[in-house]
Nanobody
Framework: QVQLAESGGGVVQAGGSLRLSCAVS?????MAWFRQSSWQEREFVAA????????YYADGVKGRFTISRNNARTTVYLQMNSLKPEDTAIYYC???????????????????WGQGTQVTVSS
């Protein structure tokens, strides 16, 4: 059974940090984080090439967020620093066994999704 289990969300003040984790089962070519707020459609946050570790980021989070994986390739992380109120959203982990580079930042490039974890940044 395919499972992605996110954890680590919560409430934090602006300027603070959170680290999200996603336990991964199954193969992947890319793993990614997306987010969705009540006023926006699901948007790309970051992706990582599962073999090789190349990282990709949305412009709005570059320099503040870091995506990474553990050596066993069983967990993907999203370290979020300098959080802003506009980062408030439900964050989703996504697994793409067949994702190609051109689709790494597109939600349609991923087949499997976690249930999401809420991140709230207060001003």
């Amino acid at each position: 059974q395919v499972q992605l289990a996110e954890s680590g969300g919560g409430v934090v003040q602006a300027g603070g940090s959170l680290r999200l984790s996603c336990a991964v089962s199954g193969t992947a070519r890319y793993m990614a984080w997306f987010r969705q707020s009540s006023w926006q459609e699901r948007e790309f946050v970051a992706a990582i090439r599962w073999n090789g570790g190349h990282e990709y980021y949305a412009d709005g989070v570059k320099g503040r967020f870091t995506i990474s994986r553990n050596n066993a390739r069983t967990t993907v992380y999203l370290q979020m620093n300098s959080l802003k109120p506009e980062d408030t959203a439900i964050y989703y982990c996504a697994r793409g066994p067949n994702t190609i580079l051109s689709m790494a930042s597109n939600s349609r490039g991923y087949e499997y999704w976690g249930q999401g974890t809420q991140v709230t940044v207060s001003s």
